[in-house]
C-alpha cells in the first residue's frame, strides 16, 4: 500500500458523521475489528467530538469512553492504536493502556500536553487549527494559508524538540475543516506536498467532511464516501503519508488502484 489507512473510531454520541453509533463498548470493539477486517493499519480512537461547535467534555466522561476500548482491542490485535485527544490526562492512560500513538487536534498547545507526550514517547501527529471547535468555522481568515500553517508547523516542531520528543515521532496534520473556508480547504488539498519541505510523515484527514459534501452539490453526510475515496487519493498523490477515514474497505480499493499505476 502506498499510504497508511487510519480508520476513524468515534466513541462519541455527537460526531458529525458517526456520533452515537458506537458509543456503546461493545459496539466500538466490534466496528474496531470490523476496520481491521477490512485493511485499516490504524485505529484511531476518540471520545471527544471535534466537529464545529462541538461542546467540550471532562478528561472523566473521556476516559471513560476510550479507556476500555482501547485495553480490550490492544489485548486482542496487533494493528497500532491511535489515541484522539488533547488532554494530558487522557494521553497518559491511554498510552498505558496500549496505544502508540497520539493523535492532537491542538498540537500539543493543551497545558501539560508537551511534557506528557514527551515523557511517552509515543509518535504525535500535530495538527493545525485555527481557533477551538466551538468557533473555528465562524470567519477563519489567513494571510495566505499554505504559508501560516507552515509558520505553525515550525514552531510546534520547535516546541516539541525542546520539550524533548525527537522530531522522528512527529507526523503533521493541516487540518482540513478546522478554521478554514471551502476556499481553504482545495487550496490545502492542491498544494498539499508543500508540506514535504519539513520531511516529516503527513496526514490528511477529509473524511465526509463538510469540504467533502460542498464539492458534490451540497451532499448529505452519508452520500459522500466516494467524494471522500477521491480526497484521500488526491492527497496521496500529493504527499500524504496517512489518510484519515471513515471508509476503509472503500479507500484501500481506491489506493490498491492507485498504486497499480503508480
Known amino acids: 500500500m502506498i499510504a497508511k489507512i487510519m480508520g476513524v473510531l468515534n466513541v462519541t454520541p455527537d460526531s458529525f458523521s458517526d456520533g452515537g453509533q458506537h458509543f456503546d463498548i461493545a459496539d466500538a470493539i466490534q466496528k474496531a475489528q470490523c476496520l481491521i477486517d477490512q485493511g485499516a493499519d490504524i485505529i484511531d480512537i476518540g471520545g471527544e467530538s471535534t466537529r464545529p461547535d462541538a461542546k467540550p467534555v471532562s478528561f472523566k466522561d473521556e476516559l471513560v469512553r476510550v479507556i476500555p476500548v482501547i485495553k480490550t482491542l490492544a489485548e486482542t490485535t496487533d494493528v497500532p492504536i491511535s489515541i484522539d ?13 496500549g496505544a502508540s500513538m497520539i493523535n492532537d487536534v491542538c498540537a500539543l498547545r493543551v497545558n501539560g500536553a508537551l511534557e506528557t507526550a514527551s515523557e511517552l514517547g509515543v509518535d504525535v501527529c500535530l495538527m493545525h487549527m485555527q481557533g477551538v471547535p466551538k468557533n473555528m468555522q465562524l470567519s477563519p481568515v489567513y494571510d495566505e494559508v499554505i504559508e501560516d500553517i507552515k509558520h505553525f508547523f515550525a514552531g510546534r516542531i520547535e516546541a516539541c524538540i525542546s520539550a524533548g520528543i525527537s522530531e522522528s515521532k512527529l507526523i503533521l496534520d493541516p487540518g482540513f475543516g478546522f478554521g478554514k473556508t471551502y476556499e481553504h480547504n482545495l487550496e490545502i488539498l492542491r498544494c498539499f506536498d508543500e508540506f514535504k519541505s519539513f520531511g516529516l510523515p503527513l496526514l490528511a484527514g477529509m473524511s465526509r467532511k463538510t469540504m467533502i459534501g460542498q464539492m458534490l452539490g451540497d451532499r448529505d453526510v452519508s452520500t459522500r464516501v466516494t467524494g471522500s ?4 487519493i488526491i492527497a496521496v498523490q500529493n504527499g500524504a503519508d496517512i489518510v484519515r477515514v471513515h471508509d476503509v474497505e472503500e479507500t484501500k480499493d481506491g489506493l490498491m488502484v492507485l498504486g497499480s499505476v503508480s
Open 85 to 97: 485527544t488533547s488532554k494530558p490526562e487522557v494521553m497518559l492512560q491511554a498510552v498505558e493502556s
Open 229 to 232: 475515496v477521491a480526497g484521500a
